[in-house]
């Protein structure tokens, strides 16, 4: 028979960890969009010298009957050059953007998964300790009970288990009451 498994066994401890955790996940993200906003932003005022500088351009070729018709579409293409290039990047400071949200989300997502998992293998050892130290309290046979492979305080189990085993040796096999 299969055990259904909870990955949420000790809901106070496990998710003030899992707050720790997106708390930390929060200061390191907004850190880093602080940064990329800064020099998204930089990016935007050079932007915007050069979409200044071409319609400046424009401008005043338009404005010079005196200059050639070769030297008027040269300085017509570059300003339109520059016009493609400034709007290259804008388009790429938008994907930019979206990309790192998309990753912050996805990044956190896996964190979150990890610590959860990560939790289970601490949360469910003191949950299985705590049953057995609750079964020696109440003088009840206490099964011995082993770790599971990726679990945390395998140390602590041999403890307990060796308590039970002394426990075990020391209790008379017969625990009837009112003999």
């Known amino acids: 028979m299969g055990h259904r498994r909870r990955f ?7 998710l003030r960890y899992l707050a720790y955790i997106l708390g930390m996940v929060c200061i390191v993200a907004t850190t880093f969009l602080l940064v990329l906003s800064g020099l998204l932003d930089e990016v ?9 500088h071409s319609h400046e351009t424009r401008t005043l070729v338009q404005s010079s009957p005196s200059l050639s018709i070769e030297l008027r579409e040269e ?3 570059n300003a ?9 990047n804008q388009d790429t ?5 979206l990309l790192s949200w998309t990753f912050i989300v996805l990044f956190s997502i896996v964190v979150l998964v990890f610590a959860v998992i990560h939790t289970h293998r601490i949360a469910g050892p003191i949950h299985v300790l705590r049953d057995m130290l ?3 309290c109440d003088n009840r046979p206490l099964p011995q009970r082993l770790p599971r492979e990726n ?4 140390e602590l189990f041999d403890l307990v288990n ?6 075990r040796s020391n209790t008379p096999p017969s625990h009837e009451k009112g003999a």
């Open 80 to 88: 339109l050059s520059i016009q493609t290039f400034v709007q290259s």
């Open 151 to 154: 679990d945390e305080f395998k």
């Open 75 to 77: 300085a017509l293409a």
């Open 8 to 14: 949420l066994i000790d809901y106070r401890f496990q």
């Open 162 to 167: 060796t308590l039970a085993e002394e426990y």
């Open 44 to 52: 935007k005022e050079v932007n915007a010298a050069l979409q200044h």
């Open 93 to 97: 400071l938008i994907e930019l953007e």
């Open 134 to 136: 609750q079964h020696l």
